[in-house]
């Protein structure tokens, strides 16, 4: 997916560090009025009360997905192109599902069909999609800030599914919405996230989110895996992030925790050297009845999806009675209705006050 | 929600105590208009479209002695202009029983343009296909943009487009209460 290179390169602007203080530079930049979000490009400029508004409303959506006819004209006419340059299933049907439930046509650009295999830019297969008059852009992209470039130059808002190292923001609320339903507020509440931090834009992107929240964070997993320098007892003003704590082990990062998340293991992980064997891997970092035993009672059990059973999570815990994967992929959808909502249904005139 | 207009001069047009009897005339005539039909479903339209609806079916319970059930309705997704969509989140929308068949009143606080009665017409469709669908609401303003009229209107008034009904209801706002409010430009929003 990325070499050193990148790594490196990106690492800098990764958002864990600078928590809340990477503005987004938008070319249209006009002062954003409280609710409303024209792009959704990382967690990091989204403010609290944007995150419990989508939030809210995806609480409605999935009152929609669970009718007997999934269909609203909420955005009938609009056109919803979701562009991924990596392989992705729940991500991108968690999109096209959304748009097509609330009447948009969905187009999806496969890059390996699309003129980007003979050599097109981003830059050029962005203009050209906003010369086909598309409402919104849904972009996955290995290359961490794509999404936040191509905002920059196509007046359709952009979503992000996934950039790099950088952040999956759909996925931080969806992740938000699941922990919502199950434990109410997340003020206080110890959620352990367990695995491949350093690579992981989930993990960042829930992070920020989480933090953002109230929540209390800790981290736990492989020094290889960790961001340089996020070691156990690491003081907060070292990694700028008040309420997050680094485990020692991962029974010190569950002992006690309202929630529990762990992270996919990429196999390239072990090929590039961060990794010595899967098999430890598991006995050291694997989610398995006994750890998650030390987590509160019913404490929820979260995956991103897709999951290497056996790895970082054993299968019986993986479809036991605390796993809520398949919740996950659920409010997915709802949550993804409410983005495209929110950004899509920007831009036209309505004098104030029309209806009461 | 139009945080340029400020509020100018505001004048009580209902008491309590006059919404008290508009409800309570209200729940007569759907009684005498369906006579006494048990299907009736009440669906109020979110928010306080449904605390008016829940008032009625006190009533009718009083009157009649039988509870209709009552949902309650967000038609945002089905409206032609879905601009408070980023302000408001939507709300889940409940109907306890499939309308199939079944007489539906449906509620809401104030008509003006019938934009969000339009918009919960067609919502109701995905939940059955009603035998009769009839509109209550408190508080009919006036300045239709659509053709549509009330089956049931607690009080007619009669408003300038720069005015506001603002229902105030005792579950969500301490007071019963309607007040007819002038606003005031006090900015040009881009």
Redesign the interface.
């Known amino acids: 997916m990325t070499t050193r290179d990148e790594v490196r390169t990106t690492k800098p602007d990764n958002g864990v560090a600078d928590a809340g203080g990477g503005r987004v530079i938008e070319p249209d930049a006009?002062p954003q009025a409280s609710?409303?979000?024209r792009h959704l490009l990382d967690v990091d400029s989204l403010t609290p009360e944007q995150i419990t508004?989508?939030l809210?409303?995806s609480?409605?959506?999935?009152?929609?997905l669970s009718?007997?006819?999934k269909?609203?004209?909420?955005?009938r006419g609009k056109t919803i192109v979701t562009v991924f340059y990596e392989n992705s299933t729940r991500t991108r049907i968690s999109f096209e599902e959304a748009g097509k439930i609330?009447g948009a046509d969905v187009i999806n650009v496969s890059v390996s069909a699309s003129s980007v295999s003979k050599g097109e830019s981003l830059y050029n297969t962005a203009l050209t999609l906003q010369a086909m008059q598309v409402d919104a852009l849904v972009i996955r992209h290995p290359h961490s800030g794509a999404p936040h470039f191509v905002a920059r130059y196509v007046n359709a808002p952009v979503v992000n599914a996934g950039d790099g190292l950088h952040a999956h923001p759909t996925q931080a609320l969806l992740d938000l919405f699941t922990l919502r339903q199950k434990l109410g507020s997340m003020d206080g509440k110890k959620i352990a996230i367990v695995g491949d931090v350093l690579y992981s834009r989930v993990a960042r992107s829930d992070i920020l989110g989480l933090v953002k929240m109230g929540a209390d964070v800790v981290l736990c997993g492989p020094p290889t895996l960790m961001p340089a320098g996020w070691r156990p007892g690491v003081s907060p003003t070292e990694t700028g992030m008040e309420s997050v704590r680094i485990a020692g082990d991962v029974g010190e990062a569950l002992d006690g925790a309202d929630a529990v998340m762990t992270l996919r293991i990429q196999r390239e992980r072990q090929d590039a050297g961060h990794l010595p064997d899967l098999r430890e891997y598991s006995n050291m970092y694997g989610i398995n009845r006994r750890r998650l035993a030390l987590a509160k009672k019913d404490a929820p059990l979260l995956h991103p999806g897709p999951m290497n059973e056996g790895v970082e999570i054993s299968s019986d815990v993986a479809h036991g009675a605390q796993s809520v994967v398949e919740e996950q992929v659920r409010n997915g959808v709802a949550v993804r209705m409410?983005v495209l909502?929110?950004?899509c249904?920007?831009g036209?005139d309505?004098a104030?006050?029309?209806?009461? | 929600m139009a945080d340029h207009l400020s509020e100018h001069e505001s004048r009580v047009v209902l008491t309590g105590d006059d919404i008290r009897r508009a409800l309570a005339r209200i729940s007569h005539e759907i009684l005498e208009r369906n006579g006494g039909n048990r299907d009736l479903v009440l669906v109020g339209v979110q928010t306080r479209g449904v605390h008016i609806a829940n008032r009625l079916a006190t009533n009718i319970d009083l009157f009649e002695g039988f509870v209709p059930p009552v949902g309650s309705l967000d038609p945002r997704l089905f409206r032609d202009d879905p601009e408070q969509a980023s302000v408001q989140p939507v709300r889940p929308t409940s109907i306890p029983v499939s309308l199939e068949g079944r007489p539906v009143v449906l509620v809401d606080d104030v008509l003006y343009t019938g934009r969000t009665v339009r918009a919960a017409l067609n919502a109701l469709s995905d939940f059955g296909r009603a035998s009769t669908i009839q509109f209550a609401a408190l508080v009919d303003r006036g300045h239709r943009e659509l053709p549509i009229r009330p089956d049931y209107i607690g009080k007619n008034i009669p408003t300038a487009r720069d005015e506001r009904v603002k229902v105030k209801l005792s579950e969500v706002d301490e007071v019963d209460q309607v007040d007819l409010v002038r606003l005031a430009r006090v900015g040009v929003e881009a």
Do not use: C, F, N, W
């Not at chain 1, 609480?59 to 929609?64: A, D, I, R």
């Not at chain 1, 269909?71 to 955005?75: I, Y």
């Open positions: 006009q609710a409303q979000i508004t989508l809210d409303s609480e409605g959506m999935l009152e929609v009718r007997d006819v269909k609203t004209p909420a955005l609330l409410a909502y929110a950004i249904s920007k036209r309505r104030a006050g029309t209806d009461e």
